[in-house]
């Protein structure tokens, strides 16, 4: 069949980010293991437990998000006008309808959470529909439901995966070093004790050089799901003004202290980070900065102003 | 979506198809006489906008080609707008076929343009023996059919959703048919 011409060209430099971050913490990955194994720690255990609590996440990830950030589901007679949006940006996005959910707070956020397009949930907050405009709002959910297309709570979950097995070990065997000492009150189990050190060493620098790359990640799957809610919607600038109304209402302080502490555990599946103290360096942020956003969005509006 | 399109987060036009819509067209003999669905002589097609030149270069070529088939045929087409900024040409005219025909001249024109993933849905209006509305809706991305039976009385967006799995149980042999109920798109607040 002929190449149909289209009004959006591919990222592929976005792609390519995302292989080499996926890569690197694939080879870091690997190398722990291998680490571990070679100094003989049984760390089955371990992985078995990491792998109960990320199941867990994973298949209850709907219910705790929601549970933790206090949304509510809605129907179609609460919020006719939110659940016809909805519908729009699903038919347009190929997407089933996911559910709706509401979060009572002056906070303007949204989060999209569940395994799978079948088992997905959208949130808003009431202050992000009080504060934006219709296509502002349809920018924001458009951004979310590419979060669901893209399974980003899958994706992230599995990438953390060793990153939390290296947390796991750090604490574990920081514990054990204050109450027993390394190698324990035996003298003569000088080398196990230095082994305990190196392995709680090692994790540490897996668990610091995952993190890193795991927010890397994390903010170009926000980059990939800015795009994908310029494409559905059909204009970028849309999700601009959104992301500057938002970080504007953010930036003003309003916000009560409480939602900002119950909104921590979510915040990488959010349309921007719930937490003010969130804007240091954006290499150990969930979330691009501002500007870099904006700057992709025009970006994409001029490449659709030239596509033929 | 592939393994890699998920891992890249990244999206793929989907390959839009308009030719499923001639199914209709051959299924209408059964809506009438056994279903007893009546076509109104209404139809609509709707597409999501890009805020782009060359959309809205292509929209003002497809508006004034619409125009000139509406003089030159026995079916009219007129462009409108719906408060969720969805782009419609609402189609009217007797002959039936000629509904299809014309929603799959204006299909094919965005396909051709390049913008064939904006099309969101055809929606055909039939009549009930007591004519009221029911909306057999073509949704380009699945090329697949779904039936929309709004309540009669109601405002407050309900579907008739029995009638609506009947009409869909009914006419699944005829019409390729939307198996994923999620995907039963509603379209509240037709002009038509």
Not at chain 1, 142 to 168: P, Q, W, Y
Not at chain 2, 52 to 75: G, H, I
Request: glycine fraction near 6%; proline fraction near 4%; include cysteine.
């Amino acid at each position: 069949m002929a190449k149909r011409p289209t009004w959006y060209k591919p990222d592929l430099q976005l792609s390519a980010r995302m292989l080499l971050t996926m890569f690197l913490l694939g080879a870091v990955y690997t190398i722990f293991l291998f680490i571990l194994f070679r100094l003989g720690v049984s760390a089955i255990l371990l992985l078995v437990i990491a792998a109960v609590i990320l199941c867990v996440q994973l298949f209850f990830s709907d219910k705790i998000a929601l549970y933790s950030m206090g949304a509510r589901e809605i129907d179609e007679s609460e919020q006719p006008q939110l659940h016809a949006l909805i519908t729009r940006l699903a038919a347009q996005a190929n997407l089933p309808k996911p559910k709706v959910a509401i979060v009572d707070t002056s906070l303007p956020n949204a989060f999209a959470t569940g395994r799978s397009k079948n088992h997905a949930v959208v949130a808003v907050t009431t202050g992000l529909l009080n504060r934006l405009s219709t296509p502002e709002l349809e920018a924001v959910l458009a951004h979310e439901l590419t979060h669901i297309i893209n399974r980003d709570m899958t994706v992230m979950t599995i990438a953390m995966f060793l990153s939390m097995v290296a947390s796991l070990l750090v604490n574990m065997l920081m514990w054990a070093g204050l109450y027993g000492g390394f190698g324990g009150r035996r003298s003569r189990d000088n080398e196990g004790g230095s082994i305990i050190l190196l392995v709680w060493l090692v994790s540490l620098l897996v668990y610091a050089i995952s993190f890193v790359l795991i927010r890397a990640l994390s903010r170009y799957r926000e980059y990939a799901a800015d795009r994908g809610s310029a494409l559905i919607t059909g204009a970028p600038e849309n999700l601009a003004s959104a992301l500057m109304r938002i970080e504007g209402t953010i930036q003003s302080g309003r916000i009560p202290d409480r939602d900002l502490r119950q909104a921590q555990g979510v915040s990488p599946m959010m349309i921007m980070p719930a937490l003010k103290g969130e804007n240091g360096l954006e290499i150990f942020s969930t979330h691009p900065s501002l500007e870099h956003r904006i700057e992709r969005l025009q970006n994409m509006q001029r490449q659709m102003e030239r596509a033929r | 979506m592939g393994l890699f399109d998920t891992l890249f987060g990244r999206q793929k036009p989907v390959n839009m198809s308009a030719e499923r819509l001639f199914a209709l067209s051959t299924a209408e003999l059964t809506l009438r006489t056994s279903m007893e669905l009546t076509p109104a002589g209404e139809a609509g097609i709707v597409f999501q906008g890009v805020a782009s030149a060359p959309f809205k270069e292509m929209q003002r070529e497809l508006n004034e080609l619409m125009q000139f088939a509406s003089q030159n045929n026995p079916t009219r087409a007129r462009a409108w707008e719906d408060d969720l900024g969805g782009k419609w040409f609402l189609l009217e005219g007797q002959d039936f076929q000629g509904l299809v025909t014309m929603a799959h001249m204006v299909s094919q024109n965005l396909v051709e343009h390049g913008f064939g993933d904006r099309l969101l849905a055809a929606v055909f209006r039939f009549n009930d023996e007591r004519s009221r509305p029911v909306y057999w809706t073509y949704n380009y991305k699945r090329s697949s059919f779904y039936p929309f039976v709004p309540r009669p009385d109601s405002h407050s967006h309900h579907r008739d959703n029995a009638e609506e799995l009947h009409l869909s149980t009914a006419m699944e042999q005829e019409l390729p048919m939307e198996k994923e109920l999620e995907r039963w798109y509603a379209l509240w607040d037709l002009p038509f």
